[in-house]
């Protein structure tokens, strides 16, 4: 398996694409509906060039190549981390096996659902972000924006690499499936709850890309444990991109507080909408959706077929091989807390292997947790005393045993009509989401910044943020 | 289920727990919206709309509701009030923690109900219509599979399965192997794969393989099923005002008597001449006896599980039996015609019921015409041959009646009338005893015509009588469970006699079987997380 992507291909790739022709073939018939898509359900904004990041390898060095790139040519393509001969399976019954390099007949069906699930997620932001080129608030966030893009993409690419190559006809039905479904399309929406919501502003997009991609790396995480060897190595190289969208989320959110807490000392007050800033309050209130939203994506605390995809060997732990458990989970228990019809948590105890979903949201929890200390320690280092929360994983819930439930961000049970009535506090209303997308006015003068976002400390790859990230007509 | 608790059948529309009957002219809808609380013994939830006895007994209802109080009603729209899930089957809960009898009756009524579907579009232009607008898998293809049409969401994610082989290591229960091969036509290697894959099939494939018939968009997707609905309704000749209501069931005209081992069932005769059959409406004697019958036999057979010999007997006067049957069959109208259909799928339920069913025919008896058929429905006929038991001077004796009721209108489930299934291949003895019909049959003209098993006299018969009930109960129940369904459906196969027989057969030994059952079988591993361990050797 070489290291080095070559990128003579059409499609370039590193699992020597062209000595399988069938592949090829299949691969080479599903990019034009690759592009098509792309030009269809991508970026709105046309440019000349973007200063983009592309793997020219898988290994340590060098899998960051920053240029010019006018988007359309990007070269997508399929990049899998480097094998280790020796892996051996971590978990489930299988443990202690060697992985396996094609698919078992008998989790054929488990593992293509597995890969379409995650590959349905990856354009879906594509879609939902499709319009943000028109109002971003600096030639680097624009810049940004299209690197999150072209990754997006590239992900799709990689699920669709698997579905073509492991997964025969039935696989290239599916990879041409998630072209066909689209973020909030009435007729064939895609998959999951949260890639069905609009991304309309560039608030959204970074509590998205701090959220939501941040799910998707614990996906990754779990789907990189997997036994199919294939599947591992192509996100353990998804993961390394992920990392970049999460830091563009990260300090996307702390560029929009460090903002607002200028405007609240320079003006002397906490209503800094009038100044062309977004109140802490209602930065809470969008904190409060996303996390929310994306807390849905994990499924259902209690879930069966978590705990079949474990058995099997399909789908592990958040860091599995850390972990020191016997890695059958058959005879650990875990405690789970329920809303109760009378108001009360109720703690449930539970075999642990039916609870992994929950396993894994909790090591997600505790990752968001750290923006959030950020973002307050910001607060505190300008003198301001007000503190950003995470709401109690029962709020808001559409999906697992808190749906049905009416929770506040603190964790209270309450009817309907206290739920109804706290709402324009815990969640963006109407108003807030036409604030923020007033605030919303393209800025593409180089060096030059909208008024409720500060300027990033670093630009990308050591250039300064007045680099002309994006040449546009 | 080890349970108590005792299961009624009685429903209302405005009680339902689970379904939600709207009625729109000549469209009904049927919506699916299980209370996940709601089951009907604890110890489960119902989740993704899958259902249990208590749901299916509400859409039991709701289908008899349908042909008798509606006949307006045209099609039946079966779709899903829940999002993204149209039902996800049996619950798989309930039947892990059932005892092996309560998943047999279980799936025999739910059979039942499904067979009464499409028995509803056969007989009374009332065409069923699945609207799937979700992720529908096992029993609830099964329900869909019963309907006339089935429609599919076309949402490039919504899927029909069967997945009960690959995850469950049990077989789709409610003839869903049956009619996707019989009734769809769907090529048996194709049926194979399909059966074989946990995950289903969507869209264009479900239709390619005949899975489904159209796919809907989603968008406007209620619209175009109710326009597809209203299509459908025009072709039907279905005509009907005036439904009458199904009120709360009295128990006049059926007694049952429960011992341990035998339960008695009497059905009792008219007491008076037929009146107007819409005006007497659930009144009516033969539509309130059906009922009652029905009743009974759902209620025995779900809560007296070890009453394991079922006697029928009947009381009142033929001639008044015979005259309301004709007032039946002489309506010539769609009521006439639905009770007829109901007394025959009330004596279907009989024929497939795993008890001993004995007729015992006494003076004062009334075992004619349709009555006639419950004696032919039973595995053995004893007449008394001499006075009544407690009154050896009166002059009465028991006689049968033979009328058209015993050639066509209740034909078994193999196709067949009971006298055709009883003398199978005896052309020339059914001719005779078409020409036996409307006159008294003595004792010795029943024997003679091989119409009872023996007729004992008064001084032989309660010995008889109970040596026959002793042995019988003396017997091993399983033996003769099979042997006796073996016995009542000779000749043909049918669609329902491979549901009731040749499927029920193989799911009741799989049931069984350790693979499925033992304490590491699929079923019972099912949401633990753990895989079955299968015993690999092939039986």
């Not at chain 1, 108003?431 to 030059?448: A, N, Q």
């Not at chain 2, 009144?283 to 759902?298: H, K, Q, S, V």
Request: one cysteine or more; hydrophobic letters at 35%.
């Amino acid at each position: 398996m070489p290291e080095k992507i070559d990128y003579d291909a059409k499609i370039p790739n590193n699992v020597n694409l062209s000595e399988d022709r069938r592949l090829q073939r299949a691969l080479e018939g599903w990019q034009p509906k690759f592009m098509h898509w792309w030009g269809e359900m991508g970026p709105t904004l046309e440019t000349q060039g973007v200063y983009l990041r592309t793997a020219v390898s898988v290994g340590r060095e060098g899998w960051a190549h920053f240029d010019h790139v006018n988007v359309p040519d990007y070269r997508w393509g399929i990049f899998l981390a480097e094998r280790d001969p020796d892996r051996r399976i971590a978990f489930g019954e299988h443990q202690g096996e060697p992985v396996w390099q094609q698919v078992p007949g008998e989790y054929r069906a488990d593992l293509q659902r597995l890969i379409v699930i995650q590959g349905d997620t990856e354009p879906a932001s594509v879609e939902q972000q499709k319009l943000l080129g028109l109002t971003a608030p600096s030639l680097y966030d624009l810049r940004n924006l299209f690197q999150v893009n072209v990754e997006e993409g590239r992900h799709l690419w990689a699920m669709v690499y698997l579905l073509h190559a492991y997964f025969g006809r039935e696989g290239r039905d599916e990879a041409e499936g998630l072209l066909l479904r689209n973020s909030g399309s009435p007729d064939a929406p895609r998959i999951l709850g949260a890639f069905n919501e609009e991304t309309a502003d560039w608030l959204a997009f970074y509590m998205f890309t701090y959220f939501t991609d941040r799910d998707g790396k614990y996906q990754l995480g779990t789907l990189k444990e997997s036994s199919f060897d294939p599947l591992s190595r192509t996100c353990e190289f998804m993961l390394k991109e992920e990392a970049h969208h999460m830091m563009v989320g990260t300090t996307g959110v702390d560029r929009v507080v460090i903002r607002s807490a200028e405007l609240i000392r320079e003006h002397d007050t906490l209503d800094i909408g009038p100044h062309g800033g977004i109140p802490l309050d209602l930065i809470q209130r969008y904190i409060n959706f996303h996390y929310t939203v994306s807390l849905d994506l994990f499924g259902s605390e209690t879930s069966t077929n978590a705990a079949n995809y474990y058995t099997a060997g399909l789908k592990g732990r958040w860091q599995e091989t850390r972990r020191r458990d016997d890695h059958k989970l058959t005879g650990d228990a875990r405690t789970l807390e329920r809303p109760g019809g009378d108001g009360t948590w109720t703690t449930e105890e539970m075999q642990a292997i039916l609870l992994l979903n929950l396993d894994l949201r909790t090591e997600y929890v505790a990752d968001c947790q750290t923006g959030v200390k950020r973002w307050n320690k910001i607060l505190s280092d300008a003198g301001i005393d007000h503190t950003f929360r995470l709401p109690h994983p029962g709020f808001n819930r559409e999906v697992g045993i808190n749906s049905g439930h009416h929770v506040t961000p603190d964790g209270t049970i309450v009817d309907e009509r206290t739920w109804e009535a706290g709402k324009p506090k815990w969640l963006p209303t109407t108003e807030d989401l036409t604030f923020v997308r007033s605030l919303m006015h393209p800025v593409y003068e180089r060096g030059k910044i909208a008024s409720w976002v500060a300027p990033p400390r670093q630009g990308i790859n050591g250039k300064p943020f007045d680099y002309e990230y994006v040449y546009l007509t | 289920m080890t349970t108590t608790t005792t299961v009624t059948f009685d429903r209302r529309p405005d009680e339902y727990r689970h379904w939600r009957l709207h009625v729109d002219g000549e469209v009904a809808w049927l919506e699916l919206d299980v209370d996940e609380q709601g089951g009907l013994v604890p110890g489960y939830e119902l989740k993704l709309n899958s259902y249990d006895l208590g749901v299916d007994i509400e859409l039991y209802d709701a289908t008899q509701r349908l042909r008798f109080e509606h006949p307006e009603v045209r099609v039946v729209v079966v779709t899903s009030a829940k999002d993204k899930v149209f039902c996800a089957g049996a619950n798989i809960r309930m039947l892990a923690a059932s005892e092996h009898h309560w998943k047999v009756n279980f799936c025999k009524f739910t059979n039942e109900t499904r067979n009464g579907m499409e028995d509803a579009t056969a007989h009374s232009g009332q065409t069923y219509v699945a609207a799937v607008n979700g992720t529908c898998a096992g029993g609830g293809y099964e329900i869909a599979l019963a309907c006339e049409k089935i429609l599919l969401i076309d949402d490039n994610s919504s899927t029909v399965a069967l997945p009960e082989v690959p995850l469950l290591g049990v077989l789709p229960g409610t003839g869903g192997l049956t009619r996707v091969v019989d009734k769809r036509r769907v090529r048996k290697d194709l049926a194979d794969v399909f059966a074989t894959r946990p995950d289903g099939v969507k869209g264009k494939t479900a239709v390619d393989w005949r899975l489904v018939d159209e796919l809907v968009p989603r968008q406007g997707f209620r619209e175009a099923v109710e326009k597809r609905a209203r299509e459908i309704a025009r072709e039907s000749d279905r005509t009907g005002e005036g439904g009458i209501e199904l009120t709360p069931l009295e128990h006049r005209y059926v007694d049952i008597e429960v011992g341990k081992d035998q339960v008695t069932i009497t059905v009792k005769g008219p007491e008076n001449d037929p009146g107007d059959l819409h005006e007497e409406g659930a009144n009516g004697w033969f539509l309130a006896m059906t009922r009652e019958l029905d009743d009974a036999i759902l209620r025995l057979r779900t809560n007296e599980v070890e009453a394991g010999t079922w006697i029928l007997k009947t009381q009142g006067d033929p001639e008044k039996v015979l005259a309301h049957e004709q007032a039946v069959f002489g309506a010539k109208d769609w009521l006439g015609n639905e009770i007829t259909h109901y007394f025959k799928r009330t004596l279907k339920r009989l024929d497939v019921t795993s008890r001993t069913l004995i007729a015992l025919i006494e003076p004062g008896s009334c075992f004619a015409g349709s009555l006639l058929e419950l004696a032919l429905a039973a595995d053995r006929q004893y007449l008394l041959d001499g006075p009544p038991i407690d009154d050896e001077d009166s002059e009465e004796r028991a006689t049968i009646r033979l009328s058209e009721a015993n050639f066509g209108p209740f034909p078994m489930g193999n196709g067949l009338t009971r006298l055709q299934t009883r003398f199978y291949g005896d052309e020339d003895h059914l001719a005779w005893l078409a020409r036996e019909k409307d006159h008294e049959l003595s004792a010795a003209e029943a024997v003679e015509l091989g119409l009872v098993t023996d007729a004992p006299d008064d001084l032989d018969w309660e010995d008889e009588i109970r040596i026959a009930l002793e042995g019988r109960a003396s017997l091993s129940p399983d033996a003769l469970t099979g042997m006796e369904a073996n016995h009542r459906f000779v000749g043909p196969e049918t669609i329902e006699t491979k549901i009731f027989g040749r499927l029920a057969a193989w799911q009741n030994w799989i049931f069984t079987r350790p693979n499925a059952a033992g304490p590491e079988g699929a079923l019972r591993r099912y949401g633990t997380g753990q895989k079955a361990v299968f015993d690999r050797k092939r039986v």
